[in-house]
């Protein structure tokens, strides 16, 4: 009994030994399980370092911007002919209206909700260093006979015969093309920015004043 008690201890000692031993033999180079963690969080670190350098960055872009459309002059009475330039949150552009004319109650099958039409032509200028997209510069533009009043936009999409303003303009580069709206009677109207875009600051404003007499019939 004792001999086998004596067996038993051992064979216990043994077994420590030999697993003890085991642990040992792991590889001193082998990296700890949490490594692999510690490089995703180095990396997301960075990452998001980044991000909050590409956003101050935009946020300083859009400041200045802002500081310039605040400093830009008003051009409130242009004629026919004459050049307005634009600084607005989209870039900066000349706008020429070079004619305008009545078209009357219904034209090109399209009735009036008021009592006319009336057509420009326009040419602008891109004087950015980006592209801009014709249609969104005219989309913020609106004719009106009450310079206190709201105005109408643009509905050259819906005339065969109005040419209108599409696709990109390159820095540097000009499009011509329309502009019509429904109107009332009136022996002078206004073409400008829409009022909305001024009072949110996206825009100095820009208004040619365009009189009966300096209309084509």
Not at 18 to 24: L, Q, T, Y
Not at 32 to 45: F, H, I, L, W
């Amino acid at each position: 009994m004792k001999k086998s008690f004596i067996f038993s201890i051992l064979t216990l000692a043994l077994l420590l030994i030999v697993g003890a031993c085991g642990d040992n033999n792991i590889p001193k180079d082998e990296k700890p399980a949490n490594d692999g963690d510690t490089t995703n969080q180095q990396t997301e670190n960075e990452e998001n370092n980044g991000t909050k350098q590409d956003t101050s960055d935009s946020d300083d872009d859009l400041s200045s911007l802002l500081d310039a459309i605040e400093e830009a002059d008003d051009q409130l009475n242009l004629s026919l002919g004459e050049t307005g330039s634009f600084v607005t949150t989209l870039g900066t552009y000349d706008m020429t209206v070079t004619s305008a004319e009545i078209k009357g109650y219904e034209f090109d099958g399209n009735e009036s909700e008021l009592d006319t039409w009336v057509l420009l032509d326009v040419t602008i200028k891109n004087t950015s260093e980006e592209p801009l997209v014709a249609e969104d510069l005219m989309e913020s533009m609106e004719l009106t006979e009450d310079e206190e009043g709201s105005g109408y936009m643009d509905a050259s999409g819906a005339f065969d015969s109005v040419q209108e303003f599409q696709g990109e303009i390159a820095p540097g580069q000009e499009q011509s093309a329309q502009f019509i709206a429904y109107a009332y009677e009136s022996d002078t109207y206004y073409f400008r920015k829409s009022s909305g875009n001024v009072a949110g600051g996206s825009s100095n404003q820009v208004m040619w004043k365009i009189t009966e007499n300096d209309m084509k019939q």
